[in-house]
């Protein structure tokens, strides 16, 4: 089970990542038309709920993971304090900007503004994401897939 789990997070990371720039997208095309319809509000929702998909997988792997060791000197180790801290805590950070940003956004009136909070709130989301993926070539035991 933790392998297919294991892939479904590897793989899922791929779907999160283009839901969250074509939302991002989306969001900057729709501030130019003025308007916040449904599509933009079910975009910005799938892009969420990916994400925190992503985060029920990742917890449950969390505590399985033999990459995850509360060992001592573990955060001298890079690859045991990237998966035990950095990656945990700046993928939680990003969904919960994510979250509040469509929140924020759901509350708002102009469609201008309800634009503009998806557009920062998601792209800062996104950024950490992006630093907080465990890529081939950072050496850490990431994969493409």
Do not use: C
């Amino acid at each position: 089970m933790y392998t297919a789990l294991l892939h479904a997070h590897s793989g899922l990371r791929w779907v999160a990542l283009i839901l969250l720039i074509a939302a991002i997208f989306n969001a900057v095309k729709g501030k130019k038309s003025g308007e916040y319809l449904k599509k933009d509000k079910m975009l910005n929702l799938f892009a969420m709920i990916i994400l925190h998909t992503q985060l029920l997988i990742g917890g449950i792997l969390y505590f399985q993971s033999d990459k995850v060791q509360f060992v001592e000197g573990w955060m001298k180790d890079k690859m045991l304090r990237f998966y035990g801290m950095e990656h945990l805590l700046l993928m939680v950070i990003a969904i919960i900007l994510v979250t509040i940003g469509r929140k924020k956004a759901e509350k708002l009136v102009a469609p201008i503004m309800k634009h503009q909070k998806i557009v920062v709130f998601y792209t800062l989301a996104l950024i950490l994401i992006l630093a907080a993926i465990p890529w081939p070539f950072r050496a850490l035991g990431g994969q493409w897939f």
